[in-house]
């Protein structure tokens, strides 16, 4: 039949030697990996035979079975799933981790530690390759299930791979190890001996739904072994006679899912171990949310919150949502409809006893019972957070830490769980350098006459801090939350308020800070500054009139010259450069120059327009002023050049 032969591209092949030479500690791992791909197999077997009647495929009795032969020194790792074609053969095992070699490559040469370089592991899907740390060779024959011939593919794990066609394969997928030699140094185990096999399912896979099986074994005879250990491969006390006799296969697995069970009857390595099966994460989870619904509409729900954020976590086409089953039977692997998106970090599964089996992702879209779990389980897993945030701090600031960017999408998306999301929302801000701070606790440090919540967005908390806007605030110890995602940019504008306060930019409208004494001294002041540079103010307006909407004095700047703001209701810089991204062009929004009238250059202009108000040069040194304060708060020259060449002119003449 036909047979080729593939090389490894360079990427592929260093990893791969990576995973030979035990970038993962703990080599049992492997055997995780294979059963959990089976389990995966026969979920989408059974589910695919409930959709196509014409499958022909035999549903009768799924399974894993392991089967070890010690003195070939092979293990088999065997499932009667959906299996593959050829063509899914070469591409999701002939390439190794399609979506990211080369980036996990980069990053394995960044990360320090064992338990880091563990956990990027996971995150590319190479836990098939996780056989060559265990075996010299590694011979896959599969066929999916209603086609008639299937494939075999081989490989050493160095330079080559062999793909072939062959006729007899049965329905599903086989994997057959050659085991290298044991070695208790590089802990490698004899993974041919039925103790160490039932050690490591009932460790790792005891909550797969698919009875697990090893095949029987004979004892080596008594002669044989020269030493009366016979017994040890049986693991556990069996006689030879009693061994030889159990023709029976063995199921090594409880198949009593977690998520049915009382919190007293599971450990919380069996909850961390059902959340690596389900998320491919090698890392524990941070949290485990339990949550059981009665009366009308009963289902079961056991969610993990991740420990750290996905690669691909903002990246279109990231696989959202938990598992979802109908009485015990597996229906769908990420169910979105469960989860809304600002949650899509949440793994888990979500047992329905009412739903249909045949449902669909369309149907489940309409399903009343569907959005009742919906919003159930967003409520539930909100109210989780803000309890780790008096109870377990450390594990909140992880989480804020990994998902706060994307939990703050749900501000615009969720408008019924808007206070909860900013209820267990944290925000840098000018108090701490370090630690951020809840709005809670904002409210409870603003200042006697403080109305409103102060904040200003930038790229950076250092741009922000340095910005002209924020100068009367630093010099009042008034505190700013400062707001570095993109999504803050959006959600500010559409939530109105927290605790009754509403949010207000420093960077838009005017600006009244101060007690009332204050401000009447302040009033009476401006008052007369508005007299002194009232021409000044006019004819800046006028000669930057097709850049800005007005000219006028600032009561926010005590260092710099000027500053440009938005008016209250106008959209900012940054928000319509993310609408034009998103591919809508909007009309340009002009904004507002403030002049600080203490300034040197200010009064100095001043009074240069009412001594040559005709001069040319104090044109350009306006057209300076407003391209200074466009640098300073990080915008764009719409003529850099121009910009130059006016600056430096005026250096020239100071020499």
Same mark, same amino acid.
């Given at each position: 039949?036909?047979?080729? +032969?593939?090389?490894?591209?360079?990427?592929?092949?260093?990893?791969?030697?990576?995973?030979?030479?035990?970038?993962?500690?703990?080599?049992?791992?492997?055997?995780?990996? /294979?059963?959990?791909?089976? #389990?995966?197999?026969?979920?989408?077997?059974?589910?695919?035979?409930?959709?196509?009647? #014409?499958?022909?495929?035999?549903?009768?009795? /799924?399974?894993?079975?392991?089967?070890?032969?010690?003195?070939?020194?092979?293990?088999?790792?065997?499932?009667?799933?959906?299996?593959?074609?050829?063509?899914?053969?070469?591409?999701?095992?002939?390439?190794?981790?399609?979506?990211?070699?080369?980036?996990?490559?980069?990053?394995?040469?960044?990360?320090?530690?064992?338990?880091?370089?563990?956990?990027?592991?996971?995150?590319?899907?190479?836990?098939?390759?996780? #056989?060559?740390?265990?075996?010299?060779?590694?011979?896959?024959?599969?066929?999916?299930?209603?086609? #008639?011939?299937?494939?075999?593919?081989?490989?050493?794990?160095?330079?080559?791979?062999?793909?072939?066609?062959?006729?007899?394969?049965?329905?599903?997928?086989?994997?057959?190890?050659?085991?290298?030699?044991?070695?208790?140094?590089?802990?490698?185990?004899?993974?041919?001996?039925?103790?160490?096999?039932?050690?490591?399912?009932?460790?790792?896979?005891?909550?797969?739904?698919?009875?697990?099986?090893?095949?029987?074994?004979?004892?080596?005879?008594?002669?044989?072994?020269?030493?009366?250990?016979?017994?040890?491969? +049986?693991?556990?006390?069996?006689?030879?006679?009693?061994?030889?006799?159990?023709?029976?296969?063995?199921?090594?697995?409880?198949?009593?899912?977690?998520?049915?069970?009382?919190?007293?009857?599971?450990?919380?390595?069996?909850?961390?171990?059902?959340?690596?099966?389900?998320?491919?994460?090698?890392?524990?989870?941070?949290?485990?949310?339990?949550?059981?619904?009665?009366?009308?509409?009963?289902?079961?729900?056991?969610?993990?919150?991740?420990?750290?954020?996905?690669?691909?976590?903002?990246?279109?086409?990231?696989?959202?949502?938990?598992?979802?089953?109908?009485?015990?039977?597996?229906?769908?692997?990420?169910?979105?409809?469960?989860?809304?998106?600002?949650?899509?970090?949440?793994?888990?599964?979500?047992?329905? !006893?009412?739903?249909?089996?045949?449902?669909?992702?369309?149907?489940?879209?309409?399903?009343?019972?569907?959005?009742?779990?919906?919003?159930?389980?967003?409520?539930?897993?909100?109210?989780?957070?803000?309890?780790?945030?008096?109870?377990?701090?450390?594990?909140?600031?992880?989480?804020?830490?990994?998902?706060?960017?994307?939990?703050?999408?749900?501000?615009?998306?969720?408008?019924?769980?808007?206070?909860?999301?900013?209820?267990?929302?944290?925000?840098?801000? +000018?108090?701490?350098?370090?630690?951020?701070?809840?709005?809670?606790?904002?409210?409870?440090?603003?200042?006697?006459?403080?109305?409103?919540?102060?904040?200003?967005?930038?790229?950076?908390?250092?741009?922000?801090?340095?910005?002209?806007?924020?100068?009367?605030?630093?010099?009042?110890?008034?505190?700013?939350?400062?707001?570095?995602?993109?999504?803050?940019?959006?959600?500010?504008?559409?939530?109105?308020?927290?605790?009754?306060?509403?949010?207000?930019?420093?960077?838009?409208?005017?600006?009244?800070?101060? +007690?009332?004494?204050?401000?009447?001294?302040?009033?009476?002041?401006?008052?007369?500054? !508005?007299?002194?540079?009232?021409?000044?103010?006019?004819?800046?307006?006028?000669?930057?009139?097709?850049?800005?909407?007005?000219?006028?004095?600032?009561?926010?700047?005590?260092?710099?010259?000027?500053?440009?703001?938005?008016?209250?209701?106008?959209?900012?810089?940054?928000?319509?450069?993310?609408?034009?991204?998103?591919? !809508?062009?909007?009309?340009?929004?002009?904004?507002?120059?403030?002049?600080?009238?203490?300034?040197?250059?200010?009064?100095?202009?001043?009074?240069?327009?009412?001594?040559?108000?005709?001069?040319?040069?104090?044109?350009?040194?306006?057209?300076?002023?407003?391209?200074?304060?466009?640098?300073?708060?990080?915008?764009?020259?719409?003529?850099?050049?121009?910009?130059?060449? /006016?600056?430096?002119?005026?250096?020239?003449?100071?020499?």
């Amino acid at each position: 039949m036909s047979t080729e +032969t593939f090389e490894f591209q360079v990427e592929a092949r260093q990893l791969l030697q990576l995973m030979i030479h035990s970038i993962y500690s703990n080599k049992d791992v492997f055997l995780r990996e /294979l059963v959990s791909n089976a #389990s995966d197999a026969l979920d989408k077997l059974r589910l695919e035979a409930l959709r196509d009647d #014409s499958l022909g495929a035999d549903v009768s009795d /799924l399974h894993i079975e392991l089967e070890a032969d010690p003195q070939a020194r092979t293990l088999t790792v065997r499932d009667n799933g959906i299996g593959m074609s050829r063509d899914e053969v070469v591409q999701l095992i002939g390439t190794i981790a399609n979506s990211g070699t080369a980036k996990f490559l980069r990053e394995l040469k960044d990360t320090e530690g064992a338990a880091a370089t563990e956990g990027l592991i996971g995150q590319f899907g190479v836990g098939f390759y996780a #056989s060559f740390m265990v075996a010299d060779e590694v011979t896959l024959l599969t066929r999916r299930a209603g086609e #008639s011939q299937g494939t075999r593919w081989v490989s050493d794990g160095e330079g080559t791979y062999t793909v072939e066609t062959v006729e007899d394969a049965p329905q599903g997928t086989s994997i057959l190890l050659r085991l290298k030699p044991e070695d208790a140094e590089d802990q490698l185990h004899d993974y041919t001996s039925a103790w160490k096999l039932r050690d490591i399912v009932k460790r790792y896979s005891d909550f797969i739904t698919w009875p697990i099986r090893m095949a029987a074994q004979p004892a080596p005879a008594a002669a044989e072994s020269g030493d009366g250990d016979g017994d040890a491969e +049986t693991g556990d006390g069996e006689s030879g006679g009693e061994s030889a006799a159990a023709a029976e296969p063995e199921v090594l697995n409880s198949m009593k899912a977690l998520w049915a069970r009382s919190r007293e009857e599971v450990t919380d390595e069996e909850y961390h171990e059902l959340y690596k099966h389900i998320s491919h994460d090698w890392i524990d989870p941070l949290e485990v949310i339990r949550l059981q619904a009665e009366g009308t509409f009963e289902y079961q729900a056991l969610l993990f919150i991740p420990s750290h954020a996905p690669q691909d976590l903002f990246m279109q086409g990231y696989q959202r949502g938990v598992q979802l089953y109908v009485k015990r039977v597996f229906i769908m692997d990420d169910c979105e409809a469960l989860m809304p998106s600002y949650l899509r970090f949440v793994k888990g599964v979500v047992d329905a !006893q009412d739903l249909s089996l045949n449902v669909s992702r369309e149907i489940l879209q309409q399903d009343r019972q569907i959005q009742l779990m919906h919003r159930r389980l967003a409520k539930k897993v909100l109210s989780t957070v803000k309890d780790m945030m008096s109870a377990a701090p450390d594990r909140y600031a992880t989480l804020w830490r990994e998902f706060g960017r994307v939990l703050k999408e749900g501000l615009l998306d969720d408008t019924d769980n808007r206070e909860a999301i900013l209820g267990v929302s944290s925000f840098a801000t +000018t108090h701490d350098k370090d630690a951020p701070t809840t709005l809670a606790q904002y409210v409870e440090r603003m200042k006697d006459g403080q109305e409103h919540i102060f904040y200003l967005t930038g790229e950076s908390r250092q741009a922000i801090e340095n910005s002209p806007h924020m100068e009367a605030f630093q010099a009042k110890g008034i505190e700013v939350l400062l707001l570095t995602d993109p999504v803050d940019e959006v959600w500010v504008d559409a939530v109105p308020e927290f605790d009754g306060r509403k949010f207000r930019s420093v960077a838009k409208g005017e600006v009244d800070l101060g +007690t009332e004494e204050e401000k009447a001294e302040a009033g009476s002041e401006r008052e007369k500054q !508005q007299e002194e540079f009232a021409g000044l103010l006019t004819w800046m307006t006028a000669e930057l009139g097709d850049s800005v909407k007005e000219v006028r004095l600032s009561s926010r700047l005590t260092v710099s010259p000027a500053c440009i703001v938005s008016d209250t209701n106008d959209m900012t810089p940054a928000l319509e450069n993310i609408y034009r991204a998103m591919g !809508q062009e909007l009309p340009k929004v002009k904004r507002i120059l403030e002049l600080n009238p203490k300034h040197a250059l200010v009064t100095g202009l001043n009074r240069a327009h009412g001594e040559r108000a005709d001069d040319p040069a104090l044109k350009e040194t306006a057209e300076l002023v407003h391209s200074m304060a466009l640098l300073a708060e990080g915008g764009e020259l719409a003529d850099p050049a121009r910009f130059v060449k /006016l600056m430096a002119d005026r250096l020239e003449r100071t020499l």
